[in-house]
């Protein structure tokens, strides 16, 4: 798994939170998004199949749920 610098996670965690609507109960969905974001500059559309960093996803969503536990 890539190394990310604990900031950058810390600050897509924050942002995460403050995505409009957020609920851990779809954290999928909103780690999805930040990485999403992080790759491409913008928010996924809703159809949007670009692919993201799947490394980066699953280090936000290890968070989440490291966190919450």
């Known amino acids: 798994m890539t190394d990310y610098p604990e900031f950058l996670v810390k600050e897509l965690c924050v942002k995460i939170k403050e995505y409009p609507r957020f609920s851990i109960g779809e954290i999928e969905k ?8 992080h790759k491409h500059g913008v928010l996924p ?11 980066l996803y699953l280090k936000l969503l290890g968070e989440f749920k490291f966190n919450n536990s």
């Open 30 to 37: 909103f780690c999805w998004m930040a990485a999403h974001e």
């Open 45 to 55: 559309s809703e159809y949007d199949i670009r692919e993201i960093d799947e490394n």
